[in-house]
């Protein structure tokens, strides 16, 4: 049973990443979600929040981790063979294609897994969607109403 980990900032998640869990989930014994805890993005919500936010929106046989070391070796040590990541567009080629040899180098044993994720989704970040709800726009398309919901509330807050 290959137990594949699917490592990421997620701040926050859009269906475009429920959209590849569910697609990696037939693929897979196993999907762990596993959100950096050292990602340098001027993220809006902590880990805790984004962990939170996921298990919410995931179904209950996909576990969701925070890690704050090399994704090899954290595979390593907790048994994953695959790293999953998505691949939307050939923007996102050239920088998935450094990490995956760049982690093949340190740890051989483990294999990154590419996965895309439905065409309405191959054009949706977190990055984009955040400045389009700081700016009062709908992303009602790209993420869950109750995502939607904490990022208004996180917004307002921070004013
Ligand atoms: P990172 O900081 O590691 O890029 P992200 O949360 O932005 O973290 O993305 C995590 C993974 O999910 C990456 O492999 C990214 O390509 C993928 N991803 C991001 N957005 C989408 C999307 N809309 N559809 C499919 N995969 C996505």
């Known amino acids: 049973m290959v137990r594949a980990l699917y490592p ?5 998640v859009t269906r475009g990443h429920l959209d590849l ?10 999907v762990t979600v596993a959100v950096a ?13 984004r962990i939170e936010l996921l298990q919410q929106e995931l179904p ?15 595979c390593k040590r907790e048994g994953f063979g ?13 920088f998935e294609y450094q990490m995956a040899l760049t982690n093949r ?7 990154t897994v590419f996965v895309m994720p439905s065409h309405a989704y191959s054009y949706v970040s977190s990055s984009l969607i955040k400045d ?5 726009g709908d992303v009602s398309s790209f993420v869950t109403p109750r995502v939607e919901a904490a990022m208004r509330a996180k917004l307002a807050r921070q004013g």
């Open 82 to 94: 695959v790293v999953l990541r998505g691949l939307r567009n050939v923007g996102d080629f050239e």
């Open 132 to 136: 389009v709800v700081r700016y009062g």
């Open 105 to 111: 180098h340190l740890r051989p044993e483990i294999e």
């Open 37 to 49: 805890r050292n990602s340098g993005k001027n993220p809006i919500f902590t880990v805790e929040e």
């Open 8 to 12: 990421g900032s997620f701040d926050p």
């Open 60 to 74: 209950d046989d996909v576990a969701v981790v925070g890690f704050s070391e090399l994704v090899v070796e954290f």
């Open 21 to 30: 869990v569910h697609r990696a989930r037939a693929l897979f014994g196993s």
